[in-house]
């Protein structure tokens, strides 16, 4: 087991050598990666990227479990959050994996040569901060150079022997963003890549991790339904879902905070980490939500009414962040009116129960008509993750997937 | 301890960053948790090797930039010793438009701070600058990571909500981006409220910083706040008075400005000038600083919430929701989403009513927003505010006893200005006595039964109902006060001619004490159009220099007074010193409000009207100018765009000196008024007889008719027709090609075009080949109307 150390309670980005937590995932992630890529999706907040930049952290610092040692996993964390096309995607990936010369080697001037016999440019300055592609002229092929740069890496990293994880976070927020602006074909040209090309690539070694706030799911089926997108570029990539702090974990995380300086009685400490897990599902997010105004409005002290006054500020006080309301936005924004309309029926009813509830006889409590729209809507809240299923003796049941949603629902919606 | 006054004054105003650091710890009343707490923070980032980002959260004046500003000078030993860089963003980073920006205010920030490593960091922005365009973002991430190397970074920015909001959604990804991939970024920022961009799904940074809230001072912090600037003033007579009667005063500021850090310093000046002359020059100032500033930021809200917050401002105190839905005519649902944004927004703040505890009362939040809202609002300006604040401020005695020494001061003194000066001053206390014995008499005013109902119906607009009522209770009402009450009624409904008559019955010393010097002075000047006699106008003219005598000064009463003046001129054909006096009120009232367009559209007017009359350019130069600043205060005036545009034609004929800026100025206005309110004006301007001003114009209007024919087809031909039948001067061969140019353009889409056109063409047969018989070519209703209306030949 580990020893705590001290960490301020924070909801921003965490040193990559003090993400806590998380080593299940870890290894649940990492033997997936042995034979394939991985989509990771959950809601905003959830600590999608600070996992991912733990695992790239252990990898590469030779860290990892023991029993990947002789995989010879390296990893290189990329966030495309921003970037505005192809050129943009493409500068980013060379630039930051300049860094990565030293293990791999990776020799550009396949892509360089490329570049100019394409182009005759004569001076592409190829790594440096010179290098662009967002040339106009350019645009045409990036297909082609983003496979270039791509395979150029993935040359080098057959020769090693290992495994290269590329991690692309928020891609489905990036393609959505060019999606709203009118430039879904780049979109589209950028999914075509790796659906095409993955399998190639993962031939040589290179794994890819797809992650996001959003499904790419949400992504494609707009596409599908927009533009009758007929891809499947996440085909075979396994869907990896992300899970609230265990206990422990939890515990830990609060050992940690406390060591930054908070007042804790001795003979109350446990009983008050039970009681921030309890209210925060073990949400890495809310548990540092709480210490963060344990800090601020009680004065760095905890105790059991503490905790409880912050949980209520963080559920009832206009003046905390909206932190559940993302639940609503997500439907609003990503989801027609009728769906959106469906689902936030649906949620109502089911935060008003405790237990699952099966389908049929939500059926018959829910003013929706058509069966198969109500089914699907129940698919969709599934797998954006407001909910989790059952399947008992070919039944479905379902459940909002976390108390303190279901709570704030009941009390702030439905 | 301080060495001069000076820099007392700006010690929590806007230049926060050029005060002693052991100043501003020394001041640190209230705040010295948040201090600790930031502290803390970054003793974190050193010692830990965590990160933080934080987002303080207060409104102006709340010392945000004293905080950073102490956060900044704690951390001087972790820069020396290289465990941390600091980036420290000046107050107001301003045209920061992306990420790319942002980077460059980093590298400005350390190139400003750190004076060692200046030169190296000079010389790669200049690298930078030679970087193609789309290298240059990484770069510059480049640049800032090498110089950090393996050191936290902490950016200190304030209004950070702002600049988020500047950089849009798609920058504020790279910049996170950047944060997740870059391991030791941490950002201490400040924002006076917490928008979307830290709280929508949507948004980079959703729930990315920690909040902390600054809190207001309570009463006693602001005691202590103010014994410490005393101190540092080196004020032992002000230390001792806040330890006695202070006290009570501090008690009056404390309810007025809700421990605010900036309004105390500034009310601060008043503590101590109690000895000291000019009470109101530093309230003035400070306040019309603070307006613009806070216009600014009104501005961007969408406009219920514009609406809802000047209704609360000027409500004075706690409004109901019920009530606020009523006044503003917006709908519950809707009301109750826009309240809680603006709570969120802290722009106002809701208070559970002790009365009924399910109710909920709102109210503005900040007291520099609402006392801004009032400056612009109050019929009399900042005047007014500054004389509210005496009345509540200082009793009856103190304020009389003011009065004595102000006057004693003014007989010794010299100098002119100040004499000015004083003389402001004396007024001040005196209507700040006469308003707090207008305040009883306001009260007996309401507690009277009858009164009360009488205030409710007036309220309500219902005047006819309000004199009956008066009527009637006439008999319990004495009879000064029903003169009164029956006068205001006059002006209310617009009766002025009764208005007038009945005033005229008053003693002169009845309108003083009851301050209506003013009214009847406006009841004259709404009588203008029908009261023509020179008499009437040198008695107007008494009435208007009785009320400034009065104290009755405003910027309402100068700007009547200037129409008033300028309207005799005209009228009796008095000599131009009439004039110049009416634009001296005029003036007058835009010192009193300079941000009242219609001070200056009615100013210009008169200008220009004198300009024609002389034949000369010289004030309609200034029209012109006034009729642009006015533009400049609200683009949106429908009215100064007629009178502008009307101006324009008519200075093309007066043979005043044409400026081709002048028409350009007015065409960029014009151009950015909505397309609705453009078809309005077209409407006038098709009846304004000037080639001229259609033929500068058409560009513009060639686009607005083919943008709706329907509501714009009748503007051409009339226009066409309007300048065809002005008899000021007769067309040339090159004016009638344009008009033909025009109505051959649109006559497809305009049949009567096709008229106009055959018109233009008898006019030129006519007028300019001199062959009269052209008109005989006309079918008889053509040529009718070309004879009456165009020739202007008496029909036969
Ligand atoms: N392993 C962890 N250890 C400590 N805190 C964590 C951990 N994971 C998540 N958190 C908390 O949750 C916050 C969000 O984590 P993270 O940035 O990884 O979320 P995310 O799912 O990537 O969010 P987004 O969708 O906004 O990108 C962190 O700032 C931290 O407060
Ligand atoms: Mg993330």
Same mark, same amino acid.
Request: net charge neutral.
């Given at each position: ?414 | ?49 965590? +990160? ?20 900044? %000078? ?45 030169? !190296? ?19 510059? /991430? ?20 702002? *600049? ?7 920058? @504020? ?67 001792? %008075? ?26 601060? /000046? ?5 000895? =000291?002359?000019?009470?109101?020059? %530093? ?20 406009? @219920? ?93 103190? =304020? !009389? ?74 008999? +319990? ?14 002006? =209310? ?202 033929? +500068? ?9 083919? %943008? ?12 066409? +027709? ?37 018109? *233009? ?36």
């Amino acid at each position: 087991m580990q020893t705590p150390f001290p960490l301020l309670p924070t909801i921003g980005t965490i040193p990559e050598n003090q993400i806590t937590g998380r080593e299940q995932d870890i290894v649940k992630l990492l033997r997936l990666l042995r034979s394939q890529s991985v989509s990771v999706e959950e809601m905003r907040r959830m600590g999608k990227s600070l996992l991912l930049l733990k695992l790239a952290y252990l990898c590469n610092s030779n860290l990892q479990p023991e029993e990947f040692k002789q995989d010879n996993f390296k990893a290189k964390y990329f966030s495309f959050q921003g970037k505005q096309n192809l050129g943009e995607v493409i500068n980013l990936l060379i630039n930051e994996l300049k860094d990565f010369k030293e293990w791999h080697q990776i020799d550009f001037s396949k892509t360089y040569n490329f570049i100019k016999d394409i182009f005759s440019v004569p001076e592409v300055e190829i790594g440096g901060a010179k290098f662009s592609l967002n040339l106009p002229e350019y645009k045409k092929s990036w297909k082609d150079i983003f496979f270039k740069t791509l395979e150029d890496i993935a040359d080098t990293q057959a020769k090693t022997n290992g495994k290269l994880i590329l991690i692309f976070d928020e891609l489905p927020i990036m393609l959505w963003e060019w999606y709203k602006e009118g430039k879904h074909e780049e979109a589209i040209e950028l999914l075509d890549i790796l659906r095409e090309r993955r399998q190639v690539l993962e031939k040589k070694g290179i794994r890819f991790i797809y992650c996001g706030s959003i499904g790419i799911k949400v992504v494609l089926n707009t596409f599908r339904k927009d533009f009758k997108y007929t891809g499947e570029p996440t085909n075979e990539m396994e869907e990896f879902s992300l899970k609230p702090f265990s206990e422990n974990e939890s515990d830990f995380l609060c050992e940690c905070f406390i060591l930054s300086g908070f007042n804790v009685a001795a003979d109350e400490k446990q009983l008050c980490l039970k009681k921030v897990y309890g209210l925060s599902n073990g949400l890495p997010f809310y548990i540092s939500t709480i210490f963060n105004l344990l800090q601020t409005e009680f004065d760095y002290n905890i105790t059991m009414n503490n905790i409880e006054a912050a949980y209520e500020l963080i559920i009832n006080d206009t003046k905390q962040h909206k932190a559940f309301k993302q639940l609503i936005d997500r439907l609003e924004i990503y989801y027609p009116k009728d769906k959106k309309d469906e689902m936030m029926q649906i949620l109502n009813i089911l935060s008003k129960e405790d237990h699952f509830i099966e389908e049929e006889l939500l059926y018959t409590k829910i003013d929706i008509d058509n069966n198969d729209s109500l089914k699907q809507s129940l698919y969709t809240l599934l797998s954006d993750h407001y909910l989790i299923r059952q399947v008992i003796e070919g039944k479905r049941y379902y459940k909002f997937k976390y108390q303190i949603f279901k709570e704030w629902w009941k009390v702030n919606i439905a | 301890m301080v060495e001069s006054q000076h820099s007392i004054n700006t010690i929590l105003s806007f230049g926060a960053k050029s005060v002693k650091p052991e100043i501003l710890e020394q001041l640190l009343v209230g705040r010295s948790p948040a201090a600790n707490y930031l502290f803390k923070s970054v003793e974190g980032i050193v010692k830990n090797g965590n +990160n933080q980002q934080i987002l303080v959260i207060g409104q102006r004046g709340m010392g945000k930039t004293h905080l950073l500003r102490v956060l900044y %000078h704690r951390c001087q030993s972790y820069i020396k010793n290289d465990q941390l860089v600091v980036a420290y963003f000046a107050e107001e980073e301003y045209g920061v438009a992306n990420y790319f920006d942002f980077l460059i205010r980093i590298l400005y920030a350390l190139i400003r701070w750190e004076d060692i490593d200046k030169n !190296t960091l000079e010389s790669k922005l200049e690298e930078l600058q030679d970087t193609n365009i789309p290298g240059q973002v990484s770069f510059a /991430e480049r640049i800032i990571e090498d110089y950090i190397a393996d050191k936290p970074l902490l950016i200190l920015a304030e209004n950070f909500g702002d *600049i988020l909001n500047a950089i849009g959604t798609q920058e @504020q990804g790279k910049l996170r981006a950047w944060m997740y991939q870059d391991k030791r970024i941490n950002i201490i920022a400040t924002s006076q409220s917490i928008s979307d961009d830290f709280d929508k799904e949507d948004r980079p940074f959703y729930g990315f910083f920690n909040l902390y809230y600054l809190k207001s001072l309570t009463y006693k912090d602001s005691l202590l706040f103010l014994t410490s600037l005393a101190e540092l003033d080196d004020r032992p007579d002000v230390v001792e %008075h806040l330890k006695n009667k202070g006290k009570a005063q501090v008690k009056a500021i404390y309810e007025l400005v809700k421990g605010n850090h900036r309004l105390l310093v500034t009310f601060y /000046e008043f503590l101590k000038s109690d000895t =000291l002359a000019k009470l109101s020059n %530093h309230f003035i100032k400070t306040i019309n600083d603070l307006k613009p500033y806070y216009e600014t930021y009104i501005r961007y809200l969408p406009p @219920q919430q514009q609406k809802i917050i000047r209704y609360i401002a000027l409500s004075r105190k706690p409004q109901q929701g019920t009530i606020i839905s009523k006044n503003c005519f917006i709908d519950q649902k809707s009301l109750s989403k826009q309240l809680s944004e603006l709570v969120r927004k802290r722009l106002i703040e809701a208070i559970t009513d002790q009365t009924d505890k399910r109710n909920k009362l709102y109210d503005i939040n900040e007291p520099l927003l609402r006392i801004s809202i009032e400056v612009g609002e109050h019929k009399e300006g900042i005047t007014a505010l500054f004389i509210d604040f005496l009345a509540i401020y200082y009793d009856e005695n103190e =304020l !009389t006893d003011k009065k004595l020494k102000f006057s004693d001061l003014l007989e010794k003194c010299e100098s002119s200005i100040e004499k000015k000066e004083f003389q402001y001053e004396i007024q001040a206390i005196e209507k700040a006595l006469s308003l707090k014995r207008y305040e009883t008499l306001e009260n007996t005013f309401i507690s009277s039964e009858i009164l009360n109902i009488l205030f409710e119906v007036v309220k309500q607009k219902k005047y006819k109902e309000a004199f009956s009522i008066l009527e009637r209770e006439k008999h +319990n009402i004495d009879k000064l006060n029903y003169s009164n009450i029956l006068f205001r009624l006059y002006m =209310l409904n617009e009766q002025y001619l009764e208005a007038k008559n009945l005033f005229l019955k008053f003693s002169d010393e009845f309108v003083e004490k009851k301050r209506l010097f003013a009214l009847g002075a406006l009841s004259f000047s709404q009588l203008v159009k029908t009261e023509n006699s020179e008499s009437f106008y040198l008695k107007g003219i008494e009435i208007f220099e009785k009320a400034e005598k009065n104290g009755e000064g405003s910027e309402y009463l100068y700007l009547a007074w200037g129409n008033f003046l300028a309207q005799f001129a005209t009228i009796f054909r008095k000599d131009e010193d009439l004039f110049f006096e009416s634009f001296s009120k005029f003036e007058k009232a835009i010192e009193y409000n300079s941000m009242n367009e219609n001070i200056y559209i009615e100013l210009a007017q008169w200008q220009f009207g004198l300009s024609i009359r002389q034949k000369d350019s010289k004030f309609s130069i200034k029209a012109f100018e006034n009729f642009e600043a006015a533009s400049d205060i609200n683009p949106k005036n429908i009215r100064l765009f007629k009178l502008w545009g009307g101006a324009l034609g008519f200075s093309s004929d007066y043979n005043i000196k044409d400026d081709s800026n002048r028409l350009k100025n007015f065409k960029g206005k014009f151009k950015l008024l909505s397309f609705k309110d453009r078809v309005s004006i077209w409407k006038i301007f098709s009846n304004v007889p000037y080639l001229y001003l259609l033929n +500068n114009t058409y560009s513009i209007l060639k686009i607005d008719i083919k %943008h709706s024919f329907d509501e714009l087809q009748h503007v051409l031909v009339d226009w066409i +027709n309007a300048i065809l039948s002005s008899q000021l001067d007769t067309l040339n061969k090159a004016d009638l090609t344009f008009l033909r140019k025009i109505a051959i353009e649109f006559k497809d889409k305009i049949p009567e075009l096709a008229i106009s056109e055959i018109y *233009i063409d008898t006019y030129e047969d006519y007028k300019l080949n001199g062959n009269k018989n052209a008109i005989y070519e006309l079918p008889k209703e053509q040529r009718l109307f070309f004879e009456s209306k165009i020739l202007k030949q008496p029909e036969l």
